[in-house]
Each structure stands twice: as structure tokens, then as C-alpha cells.
């Protein structure tokens, strides 16, 4: 699908992946409605792309949020072309800690913004997807890409949670490609590996540099406009679907 004029919703759009993904595809011509929950600093995000750009303040895991932030897109430029998760938390905690078990509550909340919000936005967005008139000359309607993590596969002391909503994204890849081909709809998620990120950010920079350290080439951090240059080309590739795709220089995470 080329992006030249056409509409993406993406979520955790204020800042890291979500913004740097932004940026390319606007780069590219593309419309966007950035979908955030945290409206002051989506307020500023958005600034610099004028009317390429439009601001939502959103819960990913609220229905009539998601909705109408897809109906938003649809209104302002005419239709939906693109879904790209990025919104995401993470909270760490062992199992078993000194103060007794991990808190059941954090566990839901980690497994309902990750898991249940991502299918959440993707189920809406591709019910507005279906309406398109087949895209360029391979006949698409419209293109899906989750956030993961390599954590999905490796997950570290204390990311239970974390690893446990990560491999749920995971594991609905294919399964939701399936489900959606009959409509022309390709779905596709990135495994990020460290990234330069307001998350990462709140790690000690000892841990950081030992994560660095864990990489095979290059040695160092990611930044999100390696991950904006993924999502751009899952776009453009029309022969990617239903893959995940680790983009983590060769990372193997330890266990801590």
C-alpha cells in the first residue's frame, strides 16, 4: 500500500514509536490521527503537522473511546487505511516478592492496555477498513500493525506481565491475518527489542548500557525511527502478512 494520502490511526502517538512512526508517515503523505491518552503531551506532539495531524485523547481498552476516535479519522479525511498499536505499558515485579505476590490488579491492567487494547483498536479499525475501495494494484483495503516485544519470547525476572501480554500479541498475528484476508486487510507486528524510549528512559543507565551490551550488532540502544522505518515498509510490502517481526540487533534477553 503506498502511503501517499492515505489515513492511519495510530496509538501511543505523544511520544517514542507512535510519534517517530507519525512523523514518517507523514513524511511519506500520509494523514494520522494520533491517538493518546495523555492529552497534554499529544497536544504538543502534534504541533508540527498542522492539518496532517489530528489530536485524540483516547483509552485503547474503552469501546466508545476507540470508536469514535475511528470515526474521527473517517470524518476528517474520508476513510481509515491504516492501524498501528503502539500504546503500551510496562510494570515489573517478581512473581514472589519479599512482600508477598505479585499484585493480581497491576497483572490485569499490564494484560488489558497491551493485549485487550491493541485487539480492541485493531477490530474497529478494520470494520471501518472494509469500506475501502481496494487500495493501488494489489487490491487491499487496508494494513494492521501491532507492537510486541522481544520480552514475548524471553522475558526477564519480573515481566510476567509484561511477557505475558507481549506473547498474546504475538500469538493473535496470524490467526487475525487469517481472519481478515477475506476482507483485503494484512496484519503484521513488530518485536522491538531496547529502544530509545520514555519507558526505557526510566531505567537506571547502568541498566541500560548492560542491555546495550546484549546486543550482537550494533551495540546500542534502538531508536524509534527504526521502528517508524519497519512500519513504514510492512505498509509498502504487500506480500507481509501475518508476521512478527523482531527488530532488536540480535538481542537474546537474559534472564535479568
Not at 500500500?1 to 517517530?20: P, R
Not at 551495540?219 to 508476521?243: I, T
Amino acid at each position: 500500500m503506498i502511503l501517499e494520502n492515505k489515513v492511519a490511526l495510530i496509538t501511543g502517538a505523544a511520544s517514542g514509536l507512535g510519534l517517530a512512526t507519525t512523523a514518517a508517515f507523514i513524511k511519506q503523505g500520509g494523514k494520522v490521527l494520533m491517538v493518546d491518552r495523555n492529552e497534554a503531551a499529544l497536544a504538543q506532539a502534534s504541533q508540527p503537522f498542522t492539518d496532517q495531524a489530528l489530536p485524540a485523547v483516547v483509552d485503547v481498552t474503552d469501546e466508545k473511546s476507540v470508536s469514535e476516535a475511528v470515526a474521527a479519522a473517517c470524518k476528517q479525511w474520508g476513510a481509515l487505511h491504516i492501524a498501528v498499536n503502539c500504546a503500551g505499558v510496562g510494570m515489573a515485579g517478581r512473581t514472589l516478592g519479599k512482600t508477598g505476590p505479585f499484585s493480581l490488579s497491576v497483572f490485569k491492567q499490564v494484560i488489558e492496555i497491551n493485549l485487550v487494547g491493541t485487539f480492541n483498536v485493531l477490530r474497529l479499525a478494520a470494520e471501518a477498513m472494509v469500506q475501502n475501495d481496494p487500495a493501488d494494484n494489489q487490491g487491499e483495503r487496508g494494513v494492521i500493525i501491532n507492537t510486541a516485544s522481544v520480552a514475548a519470547f524471553e522475558g526477564q525476572i519480573g515481566q510476567a506481565a509484561y511477557s505475558a501480554s507481549k506473547a498474546g500479541v504475538v500469538g493473535m498475528t496470524l490467526p487475525v491475518a487469517r481472519d481478515l484476508a477475506r476482507d483485503q486487510i494484512r496484519v503484521n507486528t513488530i518485536a522491538p527489542g531496547v529502544f530509545n524510549t520514555p519507558l526505557m528512559n526510566m531505567a537506571p543507565e547502568p541498566m541500560r548500557a548492560r542491555l546495550a551490551e546484549q546486543t550482537v550488532f550494533p551495540e546500542r540502544l534502538g531508536e524509534p525511527e527504526e521502528y517508524a522505518a519497519l512500519a513504514v515498509h510492512m505498509v509498502e510490502n504487500s506480500y507481509l502478512n501475518g508476521e512478527t517481526v523482531r527488530l532488536d540487533a540480535g538481542i537474546r534477553m537474559a534472564a535479568k
